[in-house]
Protein backbone atom coordinates (compact mmCIF):
# COMPACT_ATOMS: atom_id res chain seq x y z
CA UNK A 1 0.00 0.00 0.00
CA UNK A 2 1.35 3.45 -0.84
CA UNK A 3 2.04 5.94 1.75
CA UNK A 4 -0.47 7.99 0.28
CA UNK A 5 -3.25 5.65 0.24
CA UNK A 6 -2.24 4.78 3.79
CA UNK A 7 -2.90 8.22 4.89
CA UNK A 8 -5.84 8.08 2.94
CA UNK A 9 -6.91 5.30 4.84
CA UNK A 10 -5.64 6.71 8.49
CA UNK A 11 -8.10 10.08 7.88
CA UNK A 12 -11.08 8.24 6.78
CA UNK A 13 -10.40 6.13 10.08
CA UNK A 14 -10.20 9.32 12.22
CA UNK A 15 -13.34 10.46 10.78
CA UNK A 16 -15.67 7.79 11.42
CA UNK A 17 -14.63 7.84 15.03
CA UNK A 18 -12.18 9.92 17.28
CA UNK A 19 -11.02 8.09 20.28
CA UNK A 20 -12.99 7.89 23.42
CA UNK A 21 -10.10 9.32 25.08
CA UNK A 22 -9.85 12.33 22.42
CA UNK A 23 -9.57 15.57 24.64
CA UNK A 24 -12.01 18.04 25.62
CA UNK A 25 -10.67 21.34 25.74
CA UNK A 26 -11.96 23.23 28.63
CA UNK A 27 -11.70 26.60 26.90
CA UNK A 28 -12.18 25.88 22.90
CA UNK A 29 -9.47 27.29 21.29
CA UNK A 30 -11.99 29.51 18.90
CA UNK A 31 -12.01 33.35 18.64
CA UNK A 32 -15.49 34.89 16.94
CA UNK A 33 -14.87 38.40 14.99
CA UNK A 34 -17.47 40.18 13.21
CA UNK A 35 -17.31 38.39 9.82
CA UNK A 36 -15.61 35.20 10.79
CA UNK A 37 -14.76 32.55 13.38
CA UNK A 38 -10.95 31.77 13.98
CA UNK A 39 -10.11 28.18 15.29
CA UNK A 40 -6.40 27.42 16.41
CA UNK A 41 -5.54 24.00 16.37
CA UNK A 42 -2.66 21.01 15.18
CA UNK A 43 -0.18 24.74 14.37
CA UNK A 44 -2.35 26.30 11.81
CA UNK A 45 -4.81 28.16 12.05
CA UNK A 46 -8.59 28.05 10.16
CA UNK A 47 -10.79 31.07 9.14
CA UNK A 48 -14.25 30.17 8.90
CA UNK A 49 -17.60 31.92 7.68
CA UNK A 50 -19.78 33.08 11.07
CA UNK A 51 -22.91 30.55 11.36
CA UNK A 52 -25.76 31.65 8.95
CA UNK A 53 -28.24 30.53 11.05
CA UNK A 54 -31.41 33.04 11.48
CA UNK A 55 -31.31 32.84 15.31
CA UNK A 56 -27.72 34.14 15.49
CA UNK A 57 -28.24 37.20 12.78
CA UNK A 58 -27.42 40.42 14.65
CA UNK A 59 -25.54 38.74 17.75
CA UNK A 60 -22.74 40.43 19.30
CA UNK A 61 -19.53 38.28 18.47
CA UNK A 62 -18.44 38.66 22.27
CA UNK A 63 -22.05 36.75 22.88
CA UNK A 64 -22.67 34.57 19.86
CA UNK A 65 -21.16 31.32 21.87
CA UNK A 66 -23.22 31.73 24.29
CA UNK A 67 -26.53 31.41 22.14
CA UNK A 68 -25.01 27.65 20.45
CA UNK A 69 -23.73 24.08 21.44
CA UNK A 70 -20.27 23.84 20.81
CA UNK A 71 -17.80 20.48 20.61
CA UNK A 72 -14.41 20.31 20.05
CA UNK A 73 -11.84 17.54 20.19
CA UNK A 74 -8.32 17.26 19.78
CA UNK A 75 -6.52 13.62 19.16
CA UNK A 76 -3.98 11.82 16.73
CA UNK A 77 -3.22 15.06 14.49
CA UNK A 78 -6.90 15.32 14.19
CA UNK A 79 -8.91 18.40 15.41
CA UNK A 80 -12.34 18.29 15.40
CA UNK A 81 -14.58 21.62 15.72
CA UNK A 82 -18.71 21.19 15.84
CA UNK A 83 -21.21 23.89 16.33
CA UNK A 84 -25.26 23.24 16.97
CA UNK A 85 -27.88 25.22 17.90
CA UNK A 86 -28.10 26.22 21.37
CA UNK A 87 -30.52 22.25 22.38
CA UNK A 88 -28.84 20.46 20.26
CA UNK A 89 -26.04 18.13 20.30
CA UNK A 90 -24.14 14.98 18.48
CA UNK A 91 -26.99 12.62 19.55
CA UNK A 92 -30.14 14.93 17.77
CA UNK A 93 -29.55 17.89 15.44
CA UNK A 94 -31.20 19.49 12.45
CA UNK A 95 -28.29 21.78 11.68
CA UNK A 96 -24.99 21.18 11.84
CA UNK A 97 -21.76 23.15 11.19
CA UNK A 98 -17.93 22.16 11.46
CA UNK A 99 -14.43 21.58 10.65
CA UNK A 100 -11.61 18.76 10.66
CA UNK A 101 -7.84 19.69 10.81
CA UNK A 102 -5.46 17.47 10.20
CA UNK A 103 -1.70 17.84 10.77
CA UNK A 104 -0.97 15.77 7.06
CA UNK A 105 0.93 18.68 5.29
CA UNK A 106 1.58 15.71 2.72
CA UNK A 107 -2.37 15.05 1.91
CA UNK A 108 -3.76 16.57 -1.40
CA UNK A 109 -6.89 18.43 -1.16
CA UNK A 110 -8.29 15.89 -3.93
CA UNK A 111 -7.66 13.11 -1.46
CA UNK A 112 -8.80 14.70 1.39
CA UNK A 113 -12.57 15.34 -0.62
CA UNK A 114 -12.38 11.55 -1.86
CA UNK A 115 -11.94 10.67 2.12
CA UNK A 116 -14.62 12.71 3.26
CA UNK A 117 -17.17 11.72 0.28
CA UNK A 118 -16.24 8.01 1.40
CA UNK A 119 -16.79 8.53 5.02
CA UNK A 120 -20.72 10.56 4.81
CA UNK A 121 -21.85 8.01 1.46
CA UNK A 122 -21.48 5.20 3.70
CA UNK A 123 -23.83 6.26 6.38
CA UNK A 124 -26.32 6.90 2.80
CA UNK A 125 -28.68 4.73 0.95
CA UNK A 126 -26.52 4.30 -2.56
CA UNK A 127 -29.85 4.58 -4.98
CA UNK A 128 -30.13 8.30 -2.55
CA UNK A 129 -27.09 9.30 -2.84
CA UNK A 130 -25.98 12.77 -5.07
CA UNK A 131 -22.68 14.94 -5.58
CA UNK A 132 -23.13 18.14 -6.95
CA UNK A 133 -20.32 21.38 -7.65
CA UNK A 134 -21.07 24.52 -8.93
CA UNK A 135 -17.81 24.90 -10.52
CA UNK A 136 -14.92 22.45 -11.50
CA UNK A 137 -11.61 21.77 -9.99
CA UNK A 138 -9.21 24.08 -11.13
CA UNK A 139 -5.75 21.77 -10.58
CA UNK A 140 -4.98 22.28 -6.46
CA UNK A 141 -7.50 24.71 -6.32
CA UNK A 142 -10.29 22.18 -5.05
CA UNK A 143 -14.23 24.33 -5.44
CA UNK A 144 -16.73 23.58 -2.28
CA UNK A 145 -18.72 20.18 -2.80
CA UNK A 146 -22.16 19.29 -2.30
CA UNK A 147 -23.14 15.73 -0.91
CA UNK A 148 -27.49 15.03 -0.50
CA UNK A 149 -28.21 11.70 1.18
CA UNK A 150 -32.04 11.69 0.58
CA UNK A 151 -32.20 8.52 2.73
CA UNK A 152 -29.85 7.79 5.72
CA UNK A 153 -29.08 3.72 5.63
CA UNK A 154 -31.14 1.84 8.44
CA UNK A 155 -28.92 2.67 11.11
CA UNK A 156 -30.23 3.39 14.72
CA UNK A 157 -31.63 7.31 15.28
CA UNK A 158 -31.28 7.85 11.34
CA UNK A 159 -34.33 6.03 10.39
CA UNK A 160 -36.37 8.13 8.41
CA UNK A 161 -34.30 11.00 7.83
CA UNK A 162 -31.68 12.28 5.04
CA UNK A 163 -29.70 15.20 5.25
CA UNK A 164 -27.91 17.98 2.44
CA UNK A 165 -24.37 18.81 3.66
CA UNK A 166 -21.84 21.12 1.39
CA UNK A 167 -17.91 21.00 2.35
CA UNK A 168 -15.28 22.85 1.51
CA UNK A 169 -11.49 22.16 1.26
CA UNK A 170 -8.07 23.92 2.33
CA UNK A 171 -4.47 23.69 2.23
CA UNK A 172 -1.56 25.37 4.45
CA UNK A 173 2.08 24.12 4.52
CA UNK A 174 1.23 22.28 8.01
CA UNK A 175 -1.72 20.11 7.02
CA UNK A 176 -5.36 20.33 5.18
CA UNK A 177 -8.86 20.88 6.51
CA UNK A 178 -12.38 21.03 5.96
CA UNK A 179 -15.27 22.98 6.55
CA UNK A 180 -18.60 21.27 6.56
CA UNK A 181 -22.52 22.60 7.07
CA UNK A 182 -25.39 19.92 7.34
CA UNK A 183 -29.24 19.99 7.30
CA UNK A 184 -31.42 17.23 8.40
CA UNK A 185 -34.89 16.30 8.11
CA UNK A 186 -37.41 13.85 6.91
CA UNK A 187 -36.70 11.29 4.24
CA UNK A 188 -36.54 13.52 0.65
CA UNK A 189 -35.94 12.97 -3.29
CA UNK A 190 -32.35 13.96 -3.43
CA UNK A 191 -33.29 14.79 -7.29
CA UNK A 192 -35.88 17.37 -6.38
CA UNK A 193 -34.48 20.09 -4.90
CA UNK A 194 -38.09 21.61 -3.31
CA UNK A 195 -38.03 18.64 -0.84
CA UNK A 196 -34.59 19.38 0.49
CA UNK A 197 -34.79 20.23 4.39
CA UNK A 198 -32.23 23.85 3.06
CA UNK A 199 -33.71 25.60 -0.23
CA UNK A 200 -30.92 25.65 -3.18
CA UNK A 201 -30.12 29.58 -2.58
CA UNK A 202 -29.14 28.96 1.02
CA UNK A 203 -26.85 26.16 -0.80
CA UNK A 204 -25.82 28.14 -3.09
CA UNK A 205 -24.54 31.18 -0.72
CA UNK A 206 -23.00 29.20 1.30
CA UNK A 207 -20.97 27.77 -1.07
CA UNK A 208 -20.00 31.08 -2.12
CA UNK A 209 -18.70 31.88 1.51
CA UNK A 210 -16.51 28.71 1.75
CA UNK A 211 -15.32 29.47 -0.89
CA UNK A 212 -14.03 33.37 -0.47
CA UNK A 213 -14.60 33.81 3.52
CA UNK A 214 -12.21 30.36 4.40
CA UNK A 215 -8.44 29.87 4.52
CA UNK A 216 -6.08 27.51 6.60
CA UNK A 217 -2.50 28.99 7.13
CA UNK A 218 0.38 27.65 9.81
CA UNK A 219 0.29 29.59 13.15
CA UNK A 220 2.52 32.48 12.63
Partial sequence: MSSMKSAMVLLACLLLAMPAGAHQ???????????????RALDQTLALPLPDWTELQGAAPATMLDLV???FREADGQARLEIYPRGEGEALWSRLYGANIFAQPGLTLADLRTAMIDVYARTCRPDRVALF??????????????????????????????????????KSPAGVAAIYQ??????????????????????ETRFGQFKSQAALRPVD
Fill in 133 to 170: QLEPDNGDDIPPLGLVCGAYRDLPGYAGQGEVMIMGFY
Fill in 69 to 71: SVH
Fill in 182 to 203: EWRGPAFDPADASTWPVSSAEV
Fill in 25 to 39: AEAVPLEVAAEHLTL
